[in-house]
Structure formats: structure tokens, C-alpha cells
């Protein structure tokens, strides 16, 4: 039950932030620019929380939906019948502004959410984010990286000349080169740096898609320590065992346990059967019996016990690297990152459109709630991050070209600009006619994703 409502308030955290962001810099820029505002809401539907402030009296709304929001400006082509507009406000109007004041009206709700995520990721360089040095165990046999020449414990210090600061943004500068031919690497080993070509033409789409750092053969080193349990799911046979976060499972059974994938293979060894734990505990030595769940699993039955399992950090003091900066760095930082993610998205939304990506890769909110459930258990950093991406991603889509969405807007302004005259009546409704369908059927098929992505497990 905890869970559940911490992803609920996570979720409206989340929405709640990004939509007021969003919304604050069509609004920021409507006023700056001189267009009246006769509401600001979060939400749709019925107002919970109504206030009226300066001179304009603007509504600022709280609704009911908490699925976005809108900001509404005076506009003589959306007045209500009956409604009188007086000389000096239909100077104030949204439909009689130059067209380059609307573009940047339309275009500051964008912007903010992508200035958004720019000052988060300065907050957490200006902080220090915390990581694991790239530190490889031995590629298997007949990997990319086995014939690359990796070896045991090399430290990967470079991609393609540029410096590399932990394990978890060599994942993602993969990720960012995905279809290319290949990626030099400098690596470390004993007191000489080497370069290594990885060949990446061997991965195929749903390889990128998956773990593709295992499929490469590239695997972090992982010393050998007893697991610590990460999470707890309420409910569960873990939690019902007296299990808690931070807990150090040294044994099961009497067996020393010297890592994750030892633990997990021996308590999925043991479906409807119960171990003994055998556990480190603020310093103290706890014994407890746990029953792991029998559940069915890719065709066979399996033992769980609802919990997460991590490395000892005591075990990786040595192998943690901490990335922290002055202001103008954290900044350019944030820049550099918002850009990265924002043309990579660009990129893998035209990879789905041409067929190169899955569109299982679009989600919906049912997937937004359970990651921003998932990452505020995780703590304030890996929510702040969540909050980030899911802003980037916010900004991005806001800006294609299609209408309704802030992109068509400003694709009906261009052409306005471009050819001198408004588009025609029969135009406009035949676009927001597409839009619509357009909009609908992608929100069909992000729930359809959500729900083949999470109903096996929350059924298991």
C-alpha cells in the first residue's frame, strides 16, 4: 500500500511540475509580449482550486485531470457568445499579434520544459552525481569486446577521444551511436592506456533495445562481496520475512554468497520452499526463513521474493567515482546533456517511424507513474534524473509538427510567415482533423504498451 501511494504522488509530483513548466512559459511569454491571460490551469475538467490576481484578474486554476494543462489568452475567434471585448483588450488579443509573437508564445512551453531539464542536470553536476568506474570482468568468448581484445579488470577511460567518467555513461554514449559501424575505446591496464576498436555492426535493432552492453561482451567487474537487498515490495514473501533495505544477505542455506547472481539463482531455485538468510544488519548478524513465491516465469516456475538485489557497497568503495562541478561547468553540463537526449529522442522517433525501432518504445502514463514510483524509492537523485528525461521528452514531443500539439502551431505560424497570410478555415480544420486522429491513435497505442508492459507484473 505504501508503494502504491508513493507512486501515486510521484506521478502527480511529476505531471504536476513538468505541466506547470510547461504551461508557466506560454504564459511568461504571452505577458512579456502584451497578450492578456484569462486563465492558467493545471489540469482539465472541473476546478478544485480557483484564484483570480492582477490587473487582467487571470484565473489560476487547479483542476480535476491532472493529464496536462493550458493556458487560455484572449482571443476574439474563441470568444463566448455574448462576451463583450473592448477596443484597448482586442489590441491585447492572441489572434491580432504579429506572427513572430505568437511563435514565441507557442514555442516557450517547449523551451521551458527543455530549460527545465537543463537546470536539473546543473543542480546534480553542482552536487556531484555518483557512479562506478568503467572497470570490465572478462568478455565472454566470441563477443565484439572479446575480439576487440578486452581483458579482466581493463578500465575504459575514452570513447572516441573523449574522456569517460563512469560505467553508466558508457551505456548511454553506446546507446547515442547505435547503428554505427564501430567506437575506438582507450582503456587502462596496469600502467598503460590501449586502444580498442569495438565493432558494433553485429547488433541488430532489438539487440539495442535490450542489454546490449551483454550482448557486446562488455560486463561491469563485479568484486566479490555478499549482496545487499535495495528494495522491498510491500507484500511480498521478502517483506513478509522481515526483510529490509540496506540488509547484507551473507548466506542462504549455510552457502556464502559471493555476489547478486548467486543469491538470485538459489532463491529461484527454491519456488514454494523456504531458506534460511542468514543477514548483516547495522553491524549486527540476524537469521531469518523466507518462502519464495512460486511464480512462472518465461515457461518455468521460479522462486521470488520480491526484492531488489544490488552490490555490497562496501565491496565497491574502490571501484566509485563521484563527477561534480563549479556553476558555469554544472550549466554547460546541463546543456550538453539536455541537447544529447533531446536529438536522441529526435533520432529514435524516426527510427520508429521508418521501422528500424519497436513501437513498443512508446509509452504512456501508466508507464510515466510506475518509473516515477520506481525512482523516487531509489531516492532524490535518480528522481531528479527521471523528472529530466521525462521533461526532455515532454519538450520534444511538444514540438513535432502536428496538430494540436505546440509543433503544429508553430508549423501553420512558419507557413503564415513565410507565404504572408493566414492559412484558410478548410486548411486548419483539416489539419486539427488529422491531428486528432493522429493523437488518439498514439495514445492508444502507448496504453496498449503500458498495460502488455505491467499487467504480467502486477498478475505474477
Do not use: C
Not at 65 to 85: M, T
Amino acid at each position: 500500500m505504501i508503494a502504491v501511494v508513493q507512486t501515486v504522488a510521484a506521478f502527480l509530483l511529476t505531471i504536476g511540475l513538468l505541466v506547470t513548466f510547461h504551461e508557466f512559459g506560454h504564459y511568461l511569454a504571452g505577458r512579456l509580449l502584451g497578450v492578456k491571460v484569462l486563465r492558467f490551469s493545471i489540469g482539465f475538467g472541473k476546478p478544485l482550486f480557483l484564484r483570480r490576481f492582477g490587473r487582467d484578474r487571470t484565473e489560476f486554476v487547479v483542476a480535476a485531470i491532472p493529464l496536462g494543462g493550458f493556458v487560455r489568452f484572449l482571443d476574439e475567434r474563441e470568444a463566448a457568445e455574448g462576451e463583450v471585448i473592448t477596443v484597448a483588450d482586442s489590441n491585447r488579443a492572441f489572434n491580432r499579434q504579429k506572427v513572430w509573437k505568437r511563435l514565441i508564445i507557442v514555442a516557450a512551453g517547449p523551451f521551458a520544459n527543455l530549460l527545465l531539464a537543463v537546470l536539473l542536470y546543473a543542480g546534480l553536476y553542482l552536487n556531484g552525481v555518483d557512479g562506478l568506474r568503467a572497470v570490465l570482468a572478462a568478455p565472454p568468448a566470441a563477443t565484439a569486446a572479446a575480439q576487440a581484445g578486452f581483458a579482466d579488470r581493463d578500465e575504459i577511460v575514452a570513447l572516441d577521444g573523449r574522456p569517460l567518467e563512469s560505467w553508466q555513461e558508457l551505456r548511454w554514449r553506446l546507446l547515442r551511436v547505435s547503428g554505427e559501424a564501430g567506437v575506438e575505446l582507450r582503456v587502462r591496464r596496469g600502467g598503460e592506456t590501449l586502444a580498442r576498436t569495438l565493432d558494433l555492426k553485429g547488433l541488430s535493432a532489438a539487440d539495442w533495445e535490450g542489454p546490449f552492453l551483454d550482448t557486446l561482451g562488455l560486463r561491469l567487474y563485479l568484486p566479490a562481496a555478499p549482496p545487499a537487498v535495495m528494495r522491498v515490495l510491500d507484500g511480498r514473501a521478502g517483506a513478509a520475512a522481515g526483510l529490509a533495505a540496506g540488509d547484507i544477505i551473507v548466506a542462504i542455506d549455510d552457502h556464502p554468497l559471493t555476489g547478486v547472481a548467486e543469491a538470485r539463482r538459489i532463491i529461484a531455485a527454491h519456488p514454494d520452499q523456504a531458506v534460511r538468510l542468514t543477514l548483516t544488519r547495522a553491524g549486527q548478524t540476524v537469521a531469518l526463513s523466507a518462502t519464495p513465491e512460486a511464480k512462472f516465469v518465461e515457461g518455468k516456475t521460479i522462486g521470488q521474493l520480491g526484492i531488489d538485489l544490488g552490490p555490497n557497497p562496501t565491496a565497491f568503495a574502490a571501484h566509485r567515482v563521484r563527477t561534480q562541478y563549479g556553476i558555469a561547468d554544472a550549466l554547460a553540463r546541463g546543456v550538453q546533456k539536455t541537447w544529447e537526449l533531446s536529438v536522441f529522442s529526435l533520432k529514435m522517433l524516426g527510427r520508429i517511424v521508418i521501422g528500424e525501432a519497436s513501437l513498443k518504445n512508446i509509452s504512456g502514463p501508466l508507464t510515466v507513474a510506475d518509473y516515477a514510483g520506481q525512482s523516487a524509492q531509489q531516492g532524490v537523485t535518480t528522481f531528479i534524473l527521471y523528472l529530466a528525461v521525462i521533461s526532455i521528452s515532454l519538450g520534444v514531443l511538444n514540438l513535432l509538427p502536428i496538430p494540436l500539439l505546440d509543433g503544429g502551431h508553430l508549423l501553420y505560424y512558419t507557413v503564415e510567415l513565410l507565404k504572408g497570410s493566414p492559412l484558410s478555415d478548410r486548411t486548419l480544420q483539416l489539419g486539427q482533423q488529422a491531428g486528432m486522429f493522429l493523437l488518439a491513435a498514439l495514445m492508444a497505442l502507448a496504453l496498449y504498451n503500458d498495460l502488455f508492459r505491467l499487467l504480467p507484473r502486477i498478475f505474477s
